[in-house]
Structures are given as structure tokens and as C-alpha cells.
């Protein structure tokens, strides 16, 4: 493979690339689902390939192919040169990659039992006995249990020098339930919402999920929310659970400090953002208890690599420092525009059709020095909300309104009733600035999402987020 | 493609004949496709995929498995025949799953070979163009050109083998100022047909007057949906609502039989209307049926896939999804009636004080059952004042039931616009008018 690898970088050279790379790429893929107490989907994918990019007259092609020969390669390679000389026909200036990135070396992810030895009549048993649990309500209607394993593999090489080979397995689990009236759907989720839970790692991470012995617990939640009172609306204390605050700092943190986002690539489709590099460091983006770093050398991480598709190597990089914007995530290209030197390496490709974006890696807010009970004890009228179930935010990122699974009151530093359709919604700054409380490190916990999209056409990115309950102060609930 | 070079058909006898399983199915997917990006008024992004993509089914004693795979080779295939029959075995059988298709035909579609196999200085040319204007009038373009093919194969076991190209061609473009905003797109089957410097002029006059947008007070307004907001909110009620999957889980807002919004209000289903982009088989090698699902504002069909249908006591609607699917069926070549306005401006009359919404973006569900959504308004958000659009609005957000707020539908284009999905398969094709409903709340306001 690294002879049809190299062999394509020969050919890019000498019909005229000024910078090429290939990238190839292998994607095993399995998943089993079970519903409604019959196995619902049992699938096991692969996929190979290899894109190749470009750089002519200053100006980017990529081309691909599912065909692994040299005669193939060679043609995607002619393909490529041709778009990018099509490309500088309506081109400004020429793309500048800064310095040159020439690394090589071996990257493994973490693995404990290769998960795809795990047989699938245990994995079928392990889904079936939890979904069973699951519909132990009677006012669940339909419930939903599965689990999936990945194994990628990647060679990197380009012009500049750099050969770097990669691999990591990816797996998780998850469940969910929901309870139905005539009027009502109230659906519970273990352990996250977005169908699963994924991590680095092998059958390890579903075991630690213990997914059987909290089924029964969802289900007793989906079916008391079907009565619980609507929640309230009003401007009050609003605590988030990890997993919710991870889909916070996800969506107004992660996608507005995307640097190509921000020089407006990605205008047309997903937006652009409020995080000018005029505020960089000058902008309070939130509290002296906010601390966001990116990430990708956390061990476990859906964000986690040794390098990135354009061969940077893993960094930990701050975005925010105790509330003021310090940080993007970059590409080379965009770091260099801005002047930064090198990227922190950022660039990700969700397969080997795709051209690598800035994508988040792993994004977590550093824990505090509180904890959830604390936070509870000191709050007067205040509502928890846990588990999200519905998000949006606008394309600069700054409106922003979520929806949670459950929440509770809290009346004088205690929890109360629970409450069905919580929401809350803000604006970025303001929202970070209102935070003042943080928990430790011991309720401080990696979650995977699986379901990041950006770019034309659309990319499915799988990122991490690190996080822990958290405060704010003065916030628009009960909108929905 | 791949097909140039290996005829489908022998491609999938050569699976089926492989496979020992009582019932085997081969679904085929292959792509050509191209897409040129552009922002700050130049092509940054410009990309060309080839894929084809197999996809095995096997059903042996009521129990169901499947694989996939993107290698031709002959070792390759069987081994994904293996992995299928694997899956199958290692299963609790399913005694209510759903036999595979029976043998159909379909007439074929002819595709725009200009279009399948535009090339990038084409593409580059259409773009340029939309750069030039945008440096004429002194904002920035942004925006992605796509061109290509899909060729689409379903066979099985019990004789069927049904195949349909497509061939599509998407134009989206944002103008750009430091102070305003203004989208416009275009989609067809042919490239010849999208006018890319009428999209450029649209996009353009839509951003010059955003310039200056002050804030409004979130409320209950009366609004004008372009026919681009319109088709997103139609995109998220098939989501959460159309199949007969949702309805039997209770998660719809779908009543069957019974009036659920506005008179006004009509959508139907139609894979072989070439006035949308045309997909008239599903994957599960079921020809598509028009369905007519809301007609009058009544809950009046479905759609369904083999499994949901035979549960129902129907026969499936051909609009089924590939294997496995367990979130049901999708009804994807959406159209919505239109109503007698002649135009957008003829939709403001007698409107006091209300909002003219261009676009949403990151729509999303908050409550499926009662068909409440929430989203922003974005590039092309004006007040109405006395009949007339008076001047530029932040954006702001709604949190709104679909089929409330089209009950109160009072005035439709005759027009319709074909909008089409993100992606580049091309999925989704929906034709829609302009509307104007009385009553839409919207409950914050960005800055």
C-alpha cells in the first residue's frame, strides 16, 4: 500500500502538483440494534480507498477511488490535477501551507478486547435482555438497544516527506426508551442521548456501561415524565449535567472557534462566527471558571489521534483561558493566514472521499472546584436539566436552545419535582459569562458524539468532549 | 463508473447465485460525483468521489443479516456474503419479518448525460460568473456548484432486479457584506437549466437591502416563507411524522383520517414526477406510489416500507430505506400545492405588521408529536409593514407546531420551486410554493 501511496505522490509531482498528499483508508464497521424485543439490524460494513490532494498554481484539487490500483490511483491523481487547475481559473491567492510538516512515525489508540471478537450472540444477548428491561414500563411504547465497532486504519503520506500510519477501534453502546399517552412522548436515553455512547477502546467501554442494570431505572424515567408538570418559564439558576454542558460547549464553543469557519468557507452552508480574530485575546468569552481546551491526545477520545489528515501532530491547545478567547482550531493553511506559524492540528476527514476539514478533536471544559451537590445546595430557585433531547443554534453561533430529557426544580438548595420539556436558551457570551460553578474532576467525564456535521458534501465527524455539571446564573427557561 | 465497466446485472447474479440463504437481496449504489466550492468570491474547496457501494441482505429461517462493501473483487463480495449469513444466524428468529420484493419494472428515466459528467471548468465557469457579480457590487459569494450521477440497483432472490439513474445538478449561493446577508439556490436534473447568474443577482439584492438590520421584539407575527423555508419545515415533518412506523409508535403528529392544520394545506409523495428529482424505486426494490398525505389539511396516507406495511395489513408504498432500518420509512419526493397568489409581494397584502422569512437553518425537533420545531431565520429577514417589505430584521428564532402554524395558512403561490437536499446523493427533492401564514411565533432574537 505504501508503494501505490508514494507511486501516486510521484505522479501528482510530476504532472505539475506543487504540493500533493494520499491519504488511504480502511473502515470496518459493525452494528447490532434491537427494538421492540427483536433483533432490528445486524450489519457489518467495510469500506477502502484512497483520496488524493493537490495543489496547483496555487490552488486545491481532490479527487478519489474505491479502486485500489495503480492504474486507478494514477487516473484519481489526473482527476485531481485537473480540478485544481480549474480551481485557480477563479482563485485570489494562492494557498500558503506555512511551514512544512514531515513527520513520520505509528500511532495505535488504546484497546483493551478487541471488540470485534466479542461474538455477536453475546453482543445479540447483552441488547436483548437490556431491551427487555427497557419495556418493564407499561406506558413504554417502543425501546431501543444497540452497540457498534470500528476499526479504522490510515497511511498518510505527501511530498513534503510525511509517512504516518494510524489506527484505532471505536466502540459503544447505548439505549433508550420512550413512554407514550395521546398527547405525550417522553423518551429516556443511557448513557447519552444520539443513540450511543462511543469511546477509543475495545468491549471494555460497553462493559463499564452496565447497561442491564440501569435499564430498568430509564424506563421508571420515561414513564414518570409522562406525568411530571411542564416545566416553567422564567429567568432562573440553571445547572447542566455533564452531558449536557458537553453538547454546550460543542455547539458554542467547538463550531465558532473552527478557524476556516470563521474566514467564511463555510458560509454558504454551516455558517460563519461571532469569534473574529480581532477579539482574539480580548474577548471575555465567559467567566474566570471557564477553561476550554482542544484536546486530541486525551487517551480514550472520539477526537484523540497521534496525527492529523494533513499529518500535524496531536496537540492540547486552550481556546479559552479562565473566560478570555485564546484559541482556534486550525488547519495549516488557516493557521498560516492568521499568522500563527503552525497548525494544532485540526484537520479531519470523516473517510478517504472526503478532503480533511477543521473539525473539532476533543473539546473539554477543565474541571472547577465545586461539585453537583454543592451547586444544588447553594441554589434558591433553580432548575437541573439533564440529558439533552433537542438543539439549535444560530449560524454565528451566538442564539442558541436546547432542550433536556428531565430536569427538576430546586427550591432553596434542594431538589424538587421533576419537570417534562425542559429548555433553556441564551446567547453565547452572556450564557459562559453567567457561569460560576464548575464541578471537579471527579465528576468530570469523556463523552463521544458521533454525529458532527459540517462541509460540502456533508462530513459525519466523531468528536469527544470532556465535562462536568456546571452553573449559570440568570437564564431563559421553559421556552418551548 | 463502475457500471461502464461490469453490467450491474451481472454483478448481482453473481451475488445472488453465491448466496445459499432461503432469500437474498443485492443492493447497488454507484456515484460519480462533483462538487466546486467557492467563498470570499474563489473557488477554495473543489472535489470529485467515485464509490459504488454493495450491499447484501440474506434471510435464513426468519432471521435477517446484513453487509456491505466497497471493494468489487471477487473475494472481497464473498467475503461480505459471509459476513451477511453470519449475522443471520446469530439471532433470535423474527417470525413477523417481511418476505423480500416481488419481481416489478419500472420505466426508465433518462439522465442528462451534460449533467452526469460536467466537468470542473464547467462548474468553475458557473461560479466565476457569480464572483464576478458579487465583486461588481461590492460584496462577497459563497457558495458550492454540484454535479453528477447516481445509479441505483435493487435485486433479489424472488427474481427482482430494478435499477434507476439520476443525474442532478445543485446550486447554492450566499452574498456576503460586513453587515448583511442574502441566499439564493437552484437544483434541477440538468445543468443547462440552473442559472447561475439569476441566483447570483437574487442572492446579491437579497444581501444589499439586509445591510443595516435592526432587532423587533419576539412574538406572534404574521410571516412569508420563501419556498426555501418552506421545504425545510416540509423535510422535518416527513422526518418525524409521514411513515406508518411513527404512526404505530404513537411518536406522529400524523391522526389518520382526521383534520390536522389548514385547508390550504396539501402534500403528496410522487417518485416519478419529473418535476422533482425523480428516485421511482426504493431500496427495497418497491416502486415508489404517489401518496397523497395531507389533502385539505386531513391526515390522508402514509408511507411505508415492506415491514411496517405488513404490520398494517398495506402493501408497502415503496418507500422503504437500505437495511437495516429501524426509524421506518421516508417519503423523500415531496410536493406541496400551491394556491392562486401570483407572486411573494401579492402573499404581503393586507399584512399590518409582519415578517418575511427567506431561509431557516438549523432547524430542529422539539417536540415530534406535536410537530414542534425550532430554528433560526437567516440570511433574508424582513418586516412587513401596511402590505409592504419596509426594511432589514435580525435574525431570529422560532419555537413553533408546523401544523398549527399552517392552519393558519391564508394565501399560497400558483409558483412552486424544486429544493433539494444537502447531500450529494440528492435524496430529498421537494417542490413548494411561497406561503403566508397568520400566526408564527417566534420567541428570541439574535444579535
Known amino acids: 500500500m505504501k508503494e501505490l501511496a508514494r507511486d501516486a505522490l510521484d505522479t501528482a509531482q510530476v504532472g505539475g502538483a506543487q504540493y500533493a498528499d494520499v491519504r488511504l483508508q480502511q473502515t470496518r464497521h459493525q452494528e447490532v440494534s434491537v427494538k421492540d424485543g427483536r433483533v432490528d439490524g445486524l450489519s457489518q460494513d467495510f469500506s477502502e480507498g484512497v483520496g488524493v490532494r493537490v495543489l496547483v498554481d496555487g490552488a486545491w484539487g481532490f479527487a478519489c477511488t474505491s479502486t485500489m490500483s495503480k492504474a486507478e490511483i494514477d487516473q484519481a491523481v489526473e482527476v485531481a490535477l485537473g480540478i485544481a487547475r480549474a480551481s485557480a481559473r477563479v482563485h485570489k491567492r494562492p494557498v500558503d501551507l506555512g511551514p512544512p510538516v514531515a513527520h513520520k512515525g505509528e500511532y495505535v489508540g488504546p484497546v483493551g478486547t478487541d471488540p470485534f471478537s466479542v461474538s455477536l450472540e453475546a453482543k445479540v444477548d447483552l441488547l436483548v435482555e437490556a431491551e427487555r428491561l427497557l419495556r418493564s414500563q407499561p406506558s413504554i411504547r417502543f425501546a431501543e438497544a444497540s452497540t457498534e465497532c470500528t476499526h479504522w486504519r490510515k497511511l498518510f503520506v505527501s511530498t513534503e516527506g510525511a509517512e504516518l500510519e494510524q489506527e484505532a477501534y471505536e466502540t459503544g453502546a447505548g439505549m433508550e426508551c420512550s413512554a407514550?399517552?395521546?398527547?405525550?412522548?417522553?423518551?429516556?436515553?443511557?448513557?447519552?442521548?444520539?443513540?450511543?455512547?462511543?469511546?477509543?477502546?475495545?468491549?471494555?467501554?460497553?462493559?463499564?456501561?452496565?447497561?442491564?442494570?440501569?435499564?430498568?431505572?430509564?424506563?421508571?424515567?420515561?414513564?414518570?415524565?409522562?406525568?411530571?408538570?411542564?416545566?416553567?418559564?422564567?429567568?432562573?439558576?440553571?445547572?447542566?449535567?455533564?452531558?449536557?454542558?458537553?453538547?454546550?460547549?460543542?455547539?458554542?464553543?467547538?463550531?465558532?472557534?473552527?478557524?476556516?469557519?470563521?474566514?467564511?468557507?463555510?458560509?454558504?452552508?454551516?455558517?460563519?462566527?461571532?469569534?473574529?480574530p480581532d477579539l482574539l485575546?480580548?474577548?471575555?468569552?465567559?467567566?474566570?471558571?471557564?477553561?476550554?481546551?482542544?484536546?486530541?491526545?486525551?487517551?480514550?477520545?472520539?477526537?484523540?489521534?497521534?496525527?492529523?489528515?494533513e499529518g500535524v501532530e496531536a496537540q492540547n491547545v486552550k481556546l479559552i483561558d479562565e473566560g478570555l478567547f485564546v484559541g482556534y482550531l486550525t488547519s495549516r493553511e488557516t493557521a498560516a493566514q492568521l499568522g500563527n506559524?503552525?497548525?494544532?492540528?485540526?484537520?479531519?476527514?470523516?473517510?478517504?472521499?472526503?478532503?480533511?476539514?477543521?473539525?473539532?478533536?476533543?473539546?473539554?471544559?477543565?474541571?472547577?472546584?465545586?461539585?453537583?451537590?454543592?451547586?444544588?445546595?447553594?441554589?434558591?430557585?433553580?432548575?437541573?436539566?439533564?440529558?439533552?433531547?433537542?438543539?439549535?443554534?444560530?449560524?454565528?453561533?451566538?442564539?442558541?436552545?436546547?432542550?433536556?430529557?428531565?430536569?427538576?426544580?430546586?427550591?432553596?438548595?434542594?431538589?424538587?419535582?421533576?419537570?417534562?420539556?425542559?429548555?433553556?436558551?441564551?446567547?453565547?457570551?452572556?450564557?459562559?459569562?453567567?457561569?460560576?460553578?464548575?464541578?471537579?474532576?471527579?465528576?468530570?467525564?469523556?463523552?463521544?458524539?458521533?454525529?458532527?456535521?459540517?462541509?460540502?458534501?456533508?462530513?459525519?465527524?466523531?468528536?469527544?468532549?470532556?465535562?462536568?455539571?456546571?452553573?449559570?446564573?440568570?437564564?431563559?427557561?421553559?421556552?418551548? | 463508473m463502475i457500471s461502464e465497466r461490469r453490467d450491474l446485472r451481472d454483478l448481482t447474479d453473481e451475488i445472488l447465485s453465491a448466496s445459499d440463504a432461503e432469500q437474498t437481496e443485492v443492493i447497488v449504489t454507484e456515484s460519480d460525483t462533483a462538487l466546486t466550492r467557492f467563498a470570499n468570491s474563489e473557488i477554495h474547496q473543489n472535489v470529485a468521489e467515485r464509490n459504488i457501494d454493495v450491499r447484501i441482505r440474506v434471510i435464513n429461517q426468519q432471521r435477517t443479516g446484513v453487509a456491505s462493501t466497497n471493494q468489487m473483487g471477487a473475494d472481497a463480495l464473498r467475503e461480505a456474503l459471509a459476513r451477511a449469513l453470519e449475522s443471520a444466524r446469530t439471532q433470535p428468529a423474527r417470525p413477523d419479518l417481511p418476505p423480500l420484493a416481488p419481481p416489478a419494472k419500472l420505466d426508465p428515466i433518462v439522465v442528462d448525460d451534460a449533467t452526469a459528467h460536467a466537468t470542473p471548468e464547467e462548474r468553475a465557469?458557473?461560479?466565476?460568473?457569480?464572483?464576478?457579480?458579487?465583486?461588481?457590487?461590492?460584496?462577497?459569494?459563497?457558495?458550492?456548484?454540484?454535479?453528477?450521477?447516481?445509479?441505483?440497483?435493487?435485486?433479489?432472490?424472488?427474481?427482482?432486479?430494478?435499477?434507476?439513474?439520476?443525474?442532478?445538478?445543485?446550486?447554492?449561493?450566499v452574498a456576503m457584506a460586513d453587515d448583511g446577508s442574502g441566499y439564493a439556490d437552484r437544483t434541477s436534473s440538468h445543468l443547462a437549466d440552473i442559472d447561475a447568474e439569476a441566483a447570483g443577482a437574487e442572492a446579491i439584492d437579497k444581501c444589499m437591502r439586509t445591510r443595516g438590520a435592526e432587532p423587533i421584539e419576539?412574538?406572534?407575527?404574521?410571516?412569508?416563507?420563501?419556498?426555501?423555508?418552506?421545504?425545510?419545515?416540509?423535510?422535518?415533518?416527513?422526518f418525524i411524522g409521514f411513515?406508518?412506523?411513527?404512526?404505530?409508535?404513537?411518536?406522529?403528529?400524523?391522526?389518520?383520517?382526521?383534520?390536522?392544520?389548514?385547508?390550504?394545506?396539501?402534500?403528496?409523495?410522487?417518485?416519478?414526477?419529473?418535476t422533482g428529482l425523480p428516485m421511482p424505486l426504493d431500496w427495497e426494490g418497491v416502486p415508489r406510489r404517489r401518496v397523497e398525505i395531507i389533502a385539505g389539511g386531513a391526515a390522508t396516507g402514509l408511507v411505508h416500507d415492506m415491514a411496517s406495511a405488513a404490520r398494517a395489513g398495506v402493501e408497502s408504498t415503496g418507500h422503504g430505506l437500505p437495511a437495516p432500518n429501524p426509524t421506518g420509512a421516508l417519503a423523500v419526493n415531496l410536493f406541496m400545492a400551491g394556491g392562486s397568489a401570483k407572486s411573494k409581494d401579492e402573499l404581503c397584502e393586507g399584512i399590518e405588521r409582519g415578517v418575511w422569512v427567506s431561509r431557516f437553518w438549523y432547524v430542529n425537533i422539539v417536540h415530534p408529536k406535536q410537530s414542534?420545531?425550532?430554528?433560526?431565520?437567516?440570511?433574508?429577514?424582513?418586516?412587513?409593514?401596511?402590505?409592504?417589505?419596509?426594511?432589514?430584521?435580525?435574525n431570529m428564532r422560532f419555537t413553533q407546531s408546523v401544523?398549527?402554524?399552517?392552519?393558519?395558512?391564508?394565501?399560497?403561490?400558483?409558483?412552486?420551486?424544486?429544493?433539494?437536499?444537502?447531500?450529494?446523493?440528492?435524496?430529498?427533492?421537494?417542490?413548494?410554493?411561497?406561503?403566508?401564514?397568520?400566526?408564527?411565533?417566534?420567541?428570541?432574537?439574535?444579535?
Open chain 2, 218 to 238: 419576539p412574538g406572534v407575527y404574521p410571516v412569508i416563507l420563501e419556498e426555501y423555508a418552506v421545504a425545510e419545515l416540509i423535510e422535518y415533518l416527513s
Open chain 1, 180 to 276: 407514550v399517552n395521546d398527547e405525550e412522548l417522553q423518551k429516556r436515553s443511557y448513557p447519552n442521548s444520539f443513540g450511543r455512547q462511543v469511546a477509543q477502546g475495545g468491549w471494555e467501554v460497553v462493559e463499564t456501561m452496565e447497561l442491564t442494570s440501569n435499564a430498568q431505572r430509564i424506563a421508571e424515567e420515561a414513564a414518570q415524565l409522562l406525568g411530571a408538570e411542564h416545566c416553567p418559564a422564567g429567568r432562573k439558576t440553571l445547572i447542566l449535567d455533564a452531558s449536557q454542558l458537553a453538547l454546550q460547549v460543542h455547539e458554542s464553543c467547538g463550531h465558532p472557534t473552527e478557524l476556516d469557519r470563521v474566514y467564511g468557507t463555510e458560509a454558504a452552508y454551516a455558517g460563519t462566527s461571532f469569534m473574529t
Open chain 1, 281 to 309: 485575546g480580548t474577548l471575555r468569552y465567559g467567566s474566570d471558571k471557564v477553561t476550554i481546551v482542544a484536546d486530541a491526545t486525551v487517551p480514550g477520545g472520539l477526537g484523540s489521534f497521534g496525527w492529523d489528515d
Open chain 2, 125 to 173: 465557469q458557473r461560479v466565476g460568473a457569480i464572483c464576478a457579480q458579487a465583486d461588481a457590487a461590492g460584496v462577497r459569494a459563497f457558495g458550492a456548484l454540484s454535479t453528477g450521477s447516481v445509479n441505483y440497483a435493487v435485486a433479489n432472490s424472488n427474481g427482482l432486479f430494478i435499477s434507476s439513474p439520476r443525474a442532478v445538478a445543485h446550486l447554492r449561493t
Open chain 2, 243 to 274: 411513515s406508518g412506523l411513527a404512526v404505530e409508535e404513537g411518536r406522529s403528529f400524523m391522526r389518520p383520517g382526521e383534520k390536522i392544520t389548514g385547508e390550504a394545506i396539501s402534500i403528496w409523495d410522487d417518485g416519478a414526477d419529473l
Open chain 2, 372 to 394: 414542534q420545531l425550532t430554528g433560526m431565520t437567516r440570511d433574508g429577514t424582513f418586516l412587513i409593514e401596511n402590505g409592504k417589505v419596509t426594511r432589514a430584521i435580525k
Open chain 2, 403 to 447: 401544523m398549527e402554524a399552517f392552519g393558519t395558512a391564508s394565501a399560497l403561490t400558483s409558483e412552486t420551486k424544486l429544493q433539494a437536499g444537502d447531500d450529494y446523493d440528492f435524496t430529498a427533492g421537494i417542490r413548494v410554493p411561497a406561503v403566508r401564514l397568520d400566526r408564527f411565533n417566534f420567541t428570541s432574537v439574535t444579535r
Open chain 1, 341 to 480: 506559524g503552525r497548525s494544532m492540528g485540526a484537520m479531519r476527514a470523516d473517510g478517504w472521499q472526503r478532503i480533511p476539514l477543521i473539525r473539532m478533536t476533543n473539546i473539554n471544559i477543565l474541571p472547577g472546584a465545586s461539585s453537583l451537590e454543592e451547586m444544588i445546595a447553594g441554589t434558591r430557585d433553580g432548575i437541573l436539566m439533564h440529558t439533552n433531547k433537542s438543539w439549535s443554534i444560530d449560524d454565528r453561533r451566538l442564539n442558541f436552545q436546547f432542550g433536556t430529557e428531565m430536569a427538576w426544580e430546586i427550591k432553596d438548595g434542594k431538589r424538587g419535582k421533576l419537570y417534562r420539556n425542559a429548555s433553556y436558551g441564551g446567547i453565547t457570551p452572556d450564557f459562559w459569562n453567567s457561569c460560576d460553578a464548575v464541578a471537579g474532576p471527579s465528576e468530570w467525564r469523556m463523552f463521544g458524539l458521533i454525529n458532527c456535521g459540517k462541509g460540502q458534501p456533508g462530513q459525519v465527524m466523531r468528536v469527544g468532549h470532556g465535562a462536568a455539571p456546571a452553573r449559570f446564573q440568570n437564564v431563559n427557561v421553559g421556552i418551548a
